[in-house]
Nanobody, 113 residues
Framework: QVQFVESGGGLVQPGGSLRLSCAASGIFSVYAMAWYRQAPGKQRELVAAITTSSMTDYVDSVKGRFTISRDNAKATVYLQMNSLKPEDTAVYYC????????WGKGTLVTVSA
């Protein structure tokens, strides 16, 4: 089974940038992957997806600001987040797409002045 360890979160001012990383164990390259987030009091949502051939898609609220990428040799998925807004504050997770039942601990992103 593939497991995930997310990192790179933190506190950033509005307009700032962060780069999240997700290290996967187990077989990785055969799976489509995604970044998800869960804001306080809200359901978890998919924000960025990447196929095995690195085709990408994004939820409308992050299009033009976030970029998902993958490095199969390192079994790692990245999320470059630019022009961050307070509404991007959430715990960010990576998982397969569609998601498996195995979730990592996530990494907290807080966007605040």
């Amino acid at each position: 089974q593939v497991q995930f360890v997310e990192s790179g979160g933190g506190l950033v001012q509005p307009g700032g940038s962060l780069r999240l990383s997700c290290a996967a164990s187990g077989i990785f390259s055969v799976y489509a992957m995604a970044w998800y987030r869960q804001a306080p009091g809200k359901q978890r949502e998919l924000v960025a997806a990447i196929t095995t051939s690195s085709m990408t898609d994004y939820v409308d609220s992050v299009k033009g600001r976030f970029t998902i990428s993958r490095d199969n040799a390192k079994a790692t998925v990245y999320l470059q987040m630019n022009s961050l807004k307070p509404e991007d504050t959430a715990v960010y997770y990576c998982n397969k797409n569609p998601a498996s039942a195995i979730w990592g601990k996530g990494t907290l992103v807080t966007v605040s002045a």
